[in-house]
């Protein structure tokens, strides 16, 4: 009776190496590399070479060890010899650009393209969340809303009780990515409480996170010269010249401050009303540049 093989292979570790779980490509990389060589067949920094057609045995190194970047063209070459193809293959060239982006608005820039991937917002549930939570300003607003004694669990009230008003879907949608997010969970008594879980991001996006926050937050302030009265606001600011020890000093105290007035929240015995506080110290002028000389000097 003739032996019958079977043509099918068995999957090899690097294939549950997903592209689109990665928001950094050298990290990928590292972890395509060490897949294939625990696979065995003899896969090395030269075999990856001869595939992207690299004249440098070791460049997949260099690059895994951050020494070199990779231009649109290497990239291409390094995304096909990984064997990704189609939107895996457009991924990794997204990201490459968005690793590499110099400026705040190109990194901002490429990692709008990359949430566009379907299979990333499959995947990357809980950063897509987080994303979410930094770009609208009612999000954190909604947390610290549930510590008020007469608050609902209802997203029609929720709703009202914000400053301007959203839509009871916004708010329905908001409940839903807070507790996915771990930010908001219920107690024994089923009421929903802030829980102590901290919400924090990779080092790839947190930036691009943290900027949408402060820009969001400093909308909802200009808003408010409008929305809220006088009385019930205070927004002023100081334009002053300081030196770099200044400056220091300056961010030194206001981030004492902060924590000061964080520990009067914690003190508030019948808290019922959401507020927010901004703080910004931003240059208006260059510095002196070291090879310039100062009035007065010989």
Known sequence: MPKHSSSKKS??????????????????????YLAKKDAGRGFSY????????????????????????LTAEMAERFGKACGLRGQSLN??????????AKTEAERSKSYARLTQFRRYREVQT???????????WYLPAIRELVVRSDFQDDPAWIATALLPSITTKQAADALETLAELG????????????????????????????ARYHRTMMERATQSLELVASS????????????????????????????????ISDLEQDPEQVVQINFQLFPLSQRRTSNKRRKGDS
């Open 91 to 100: 991924y990794f060239l997204d990201l490459v650009q968005f690793n590499q």
């Open 126 to 136: 809980v950063e897509v969340a987080k994303a979410t939570y930094h770009s609208k």
């Open 11 to 32: 999957a090899s570790p690097s294939d549950d190496i997903e592209v689109f779980q990665y928001l950094n490509y050298r990290s990928y990389l590292r972890d395509y």
């Open 232 to 263: 019930e606001r205070d927004i002023s600011s100081l334009t002053l010249c300081l030196g770099p020890d200044g400056i220091a000093r300056m961010k030194e105290r206001i981030q004492r401050f902060r924590r000061e007035l964080l520990e």
């Open 183 to 210: 930010l908001l969970q219920r107690n024994e008594d089923g009421r929903l409480v802030q829980s102590s879980s901290l919400l924090t991001t990779g080092a790839e996006a947190r930036s691009i996170h943290i």
């Open 46 to 69: 030269r075999a990856f070479a001869r595939r992207a057609q690299l004249r440098s045995p070791n460049y997949l190194k260099l690059v895994i060890d951050g020494e070199r970047n």
